[in-house]
């Protein structure tokens, strides 16, 4: 706070990095949270003309994180890194995205021991592996992203039960402190009592007087209590006679009316009993009740389905239809065209689906034998940088089984020349020297064997064209130690030491005009030592 406090002061623009940071995917927020917990305190300048200024504050009050000046727009993410499930709210250094980049995510370490040698990766509770191996590195704090609002008004919650939890006891206090005051206060009461004496007297005279009262007024109110009992008890009996009475006369009424109405009811019976017997004769299907509620429903009365049948048939009547019985059989024959296209169909989708799955192993195969491949190249590629004094560095792609994951699939190798730090294949700090030795170390690593041992034939133009004293002797030296066989175009040159790596040494001449023939090719052969 003290640093950003004195940034602002001193207009210099900038960013904290949880303020770029947002995690899209929240059930990988542990492991963002655990892959950036060391930068959570980075600073990114806004203009890196202030960097001067910033480093100066930045030591003045000891800041033990980063301030970073240079910062772009990150590139896409990598299909499966953990840049993937990150958005970036503004620039950011280029090695913090590289970083989210090339780590993977997995979803188990067992996982992310299956990754080639070098890879590195992170679960999604947090368990991170680097080039310095792995270690459980998520924690329980949340500083980027929707995570750490929610983060921060969890804490401004658990602080506002704290205050009023504070109030209450504050309250409490006050009102003990209330309590002895009056206390405190009552020590005067013994004089206060002798000075209101007559007071008391009159009041307990008013006591007595008031007594006498409500006797007499709960006298009268027992007294009415008892008539309203018996009111009560009077109409309770009359309600109940003239309830029977009523009963009495419902049942007279309804002996009447069934009287009168036994022969309809005796023919109703006997239609419902008619019902049930043509209702067995049914087919089953007729007696569905959803399919008889969807009839119902489509066709809203039989009415409706009875000009629905007379329009069927008068249609049928007059309408002019086909009559000859070849249809019969010719639709016989479209029948079984029909099948037979369908089994050869049929047949044609399973020999599709073997074949699919036979390219998938196939592929699969070649994966594995591609990652041996690419493990064993580089493994070459070190001991050539070893035999050249450079430090090699590779990072392996991630092979997996789909079109997509193959397409972005791509070796990544570096050069550390001199201990300056490793560079890829177009630094253009590096020298020409160090670029053809780049180049060599990758063509010869093609062709070494399991041995370790070079092997085919190396044709190689002209590579100490352009080059110093230094550096051709440096690639000079590089050739000899590969023990390799190889073919050095050169032009003739008063530095002799473009020839030491090679033991035969042909010297070639252009014809020259008038002579019917070029000179001859001059052969000089290296003893051996």
């Known amino acids: 706070r003290a640093l950003t406090e004195a940034l602002a002061a001193a207009g210099i623009g900038h960013r904290l990095l949880p303020d770029i940071v947002d995690v899209a995917d929240e059930s990988w927020q542990t492991a963002v949270e655990a892959l950036l917990a060391p930068y959570r305190h980075l600073i990114v300048l806004e ?8 480093f100066a504050i930045g030591e003045k009050l000891r800041y033990r ?3 970073v000046p240079d910062s772009a727009v990150p590139p896409a993410p990598t299909v499966g890194s953990i840049h993937q499930v990150v958005r970036f709210g503004g620039t950011v ?12 995510r997995v979803a188990t370490a067992a996982d992310g021991a ?30 980027f992203g929707r995570a750490r609002l929610a983060s921060l008004q969890e804490e401004r919650g658990a602080r506002a039960a704290k205050l009023a939890t504070l109030e209450t006891q504050r309250d409490k206090n006050r ?47 027992n007294t009415a209590y008892a008539a309203s009992q018996n009111a009560r008890e009077t109409a309770t009996a009359a309600r109940l006679a003239l309830a029977a009475t009523d009963n009495q006369r419902k049942q007279q009424e309804k002996a009447l009316a069934d009287s009168a109405n036994r022969p309809a009811r005796e023919e109703q019976a006997r239609r419902i009993l008619r019902l049930r017997h043509d209702r067995r004769a049914l087919p089953a299907a007729w007696k569905d009740r959803a399919a008889n509620a969807q009839l119902a429903q489509q066709w809203d009365s039989a009415a409706a389905v009875k000009r629905e049948i007379d329009r069927i048939e ?24 029909l099948e037979k296209q369908g089994a050869e169909q049929e047949r ?28 064993s190249y580089g493994h070459h590629l070190k001991t050539l940088g070893q035999l050249a004094n450079v430090g090699v560095e590779t990072v392996l792609p991630r092979l997996e089984n789909d079109d997509v994951t193959l397409a972005q699939a791509g070796l990544d190798v570096r050069f550390d020349f001199d201990q300056k730090g490793y560079a890829g294949m177009n630094d253009g700090e590096a020298s020409g020297g160090q670029q053809v030795i780049k180049s060599l170390i990758l063509l010869i690593a093609l062709m070494m064997d399991k041995a370790e041992q070079a092997g085919g034939f190396v044709f190689i133009d002209e590579p100490f064209a352009h080059l110093d004293i230094m550096n051709i002797d440096r690639v000079a030296g590089f050739l000899k130690a ?7 175009t050169t032009p003739i040159t008063h530095n002799v030491n473009v020839y030491d790596p090679a033991l035969l040494t042909l010297v070639t001449y252009k014809k020259k005009p008038g002579e019917p023939w070029a000179p001859r090719i001059a052969r000089l052969v290296r003893e051996s030592p």
């Not at 090695?95 to 993977?104: H, I, N, S």
């Not at 990754?115 to 500083?143: K, M, N």
């Not at 008068?314 to 065209?337: K, M, S």
């Not at 699919?356 to 493990?375: C, F, S």
């Open 114 to 143: 299956q990754l080639p040698r070098g890879q590195d990766w992170i679960t999604r509770d947090g368990y991170l592996r680097e080039r310095r191996g792995g270690r459980y590195a998520a924690s329980a704090e949340r500083h």
């Open 65 to 67: 994180h980063f301030i």
């Open 175 to 221: 009102g003990e402190i209330d309590a002895l005051a009056a206390a405190l206060a009552g020590s005067q009461a013994p004089r206060e009592l002798a000075a209101r004496a007559e007071e008391f007297a009159r009041a307990e005279r008013e006591r007595q007087e008031a007594q006498r009262e409500l006797a007499a007024l709960v006298a009268q109110q």
């Open 93 to 104: 250094p280029g090695w913090l995205a590289q970083l989210l980049d090339r780590t993977q």
């Open 348 to 375: 044609r989708a399973s020999e599709n689906r073997r074949a699919a799955e036979q390219t998938d192993a196939a592929r699969g195969a070649y994966i594995e034998v591609l990652r041996h491949t690419l493990k």
């Open 47 to 54: 203009n890196p003309d202030d960097q001067a200024r910033a």
């Open 314 to 337: 008068q249609h049928l009547r007059e309408g002019d239809w086909i009559t000859d019985a070849n249809v019969i059989a010719l639709r016989d024959l479209r029948q079984a065209d």
């Open 482 to 488: 590969t023990r390799a066989q190889y073919l050095i």
